[in-house]
């Protein structure tokens, strides 16, 4: 039986072009061999399939297929591959087949179906492929693992819906969109490729060239397992404010502007609005109550820490991240009291005469130094 066996594996090598010297075949896998047949076909078979293409669709579980026998109808039909891995085929029971091509399951099926079948001429078919898990870390606003479909409801600035297959930007779209400090230059794309052991490819994508010149290669098609990462860049892009009305950026996020501005309160904005423009939004700064050179950013991160930053206010000031910051959603902007306001607002708290020249001789010296 062992002896057959080696057989078996020899004419396995020959069919799909490898040598003996190319694979190794432990001990363990023998004694399975012999003990079933069965067993034997629910083993991975991927190492000793060749990769005719790298980024190719990789069979996995809840893929729907059609298996069609040219010479016996009989046998054709559906099959489906199960969680474990396997498909259960007629003749031969349960098949493993997750982490093949549909080419390379269509040479194991045609080689295993030899000791059944005199011409074991088949084709397998993708007729409904499984939902795609994809994971997205980085700068999103809500990073995690997404399970993508043919129909989407984006949740970015524009409420388009998303059909077809999954690309790049369906995913992100799904997240939420992109953070202000995202890098769009440098989009890395992780992807497996088929066969065992388990490999990968990345490849740079450069959405920047897609939103702007409408570069489609930088929106490729997902796959399941593929990883997405966008970085953080070292300073927002030059064109952060166009980037907040396109598809790739966020509804809307509320800001919370307090202190010396005509209109304090929680505001809804575009995402990416630089901080001058916030203020701006709740009214701008009062006239001589606020102090444009002590405005503070209060800001929440995403691992629980807050930061307070000073900034001055300068309405000619363009985005940047030590000058006038794109703002987060959450934020807090603290348009602070210039020390005239200061002053007058210790005078309309004195009650006696004393007090009251003392206050006044304070303000003047206040007026004096703001």
């Known amino acids: 039986m062992l002896g057959s066996s080696a057989s078996l594996l020899a004419c396995s090598l020959l069919a799909t072009g490898l040598t003996a010297s190319s ?8 004694k399975a061999v012999e003990a079933s047949a069965a067993v034997a076909l629910t083993q991975p078979v991927a190492q000793s399939v060749p990769v005719s293409q790298e980024d190719a669709y990789v069979l996995g579980p809840g893929d729907g297929l059609q298996l069609r026998f040219f010479g016996a109808t009989e046998l054709s039909g559906p099959v489906e591959v199960l969680s474990d891995g396997n498909v259960s085929l007629p003749l031969l029971g349960p098949v493993r087949l997750t982490g093949l091509t549909l080419p390379q399951a269509n040479q194991w099926l045609e080689l295993i179906y030899k000791k059944q079948l005199l011409r074991p001429e088949l084709q397998l078919s993708l007729v409904r492929p499984r939902p795609l898990r994809v994971a997205l870390v980085g700068e999103v606003e809500r990073p995690g693992l997404y ?4 129909t989407e409801q984006s949740q970015t600035e524009a409420k388009v819906s998303i ?10 779209q799904k997240a939420g969109g992109i953070t202000p400090l995202a890098n769009l230059r440098e989009v890395t794309l992780q992807r497996r490729l088929p066969g065992e052991p388990l490999r990968y490819k990345r490849t740079s994508v450069n959405l920047l060239a897609l939103v702007q010149q409408g570069d489609q290669q930088q929106n490729p098609i997902l796959f399941d397992g593929d990883t997405i990462r966008i970085d953080q860049a070292s300073e927002p892009v030059a064109e952060a404010i166009e980037l907040a009305s396109t598809t790739l950026s966020p509804d809307t996020i ?47 991160n995403r691992n629980g820490t807050a930061t307070r930053q000073r900034f001055q206010l300068n309405l000619s000031q363009g985005a ?8 987060r959603d ?9 020390g005239m306001a200061v002053a ?12 009251g ?9 206040l007026i004096n130094k703001d």
Request: hydrophobic share 45%.
């Open 330 to 338: 959450g934020d807090t902007v603290v348009v602070n009291r210039s």
């Open 163 to 172: 059909s077809g297959l999954p690309t790049l930007v369906d995913a992100i």
């Open 23 to 30: 694979v190794v075949v432990l001990p363990s896998a023998a």
């Open 254 to 300: 509320k800001v919370n502007v307090i202190g010396e501005v005509l209109s304090p309160g929680t505001l809804p904005l575009p995402a990416n609005t630089p901080l001058v423009q916030a203020v701006l939004a709740a009214g701008g700064p009062q006239t001589w109550r606020a102090s444009k050179g002590n405005v503070e950013l209060v800001r929440i």
């Open 344 to 355: 007058s607002d210790a005078i309309g708290a004195v009650s006696t005469p004393l007090t």
């Open 320 to 327: 940047s991240n030590t000058k006038n910051p794109p703002l």
């Open 357 to 365: 020249l003392v206050s006044i001789l304070a303000l003047v010296d």
């Open 147 to 150: 399970t993508l479909t043919s």
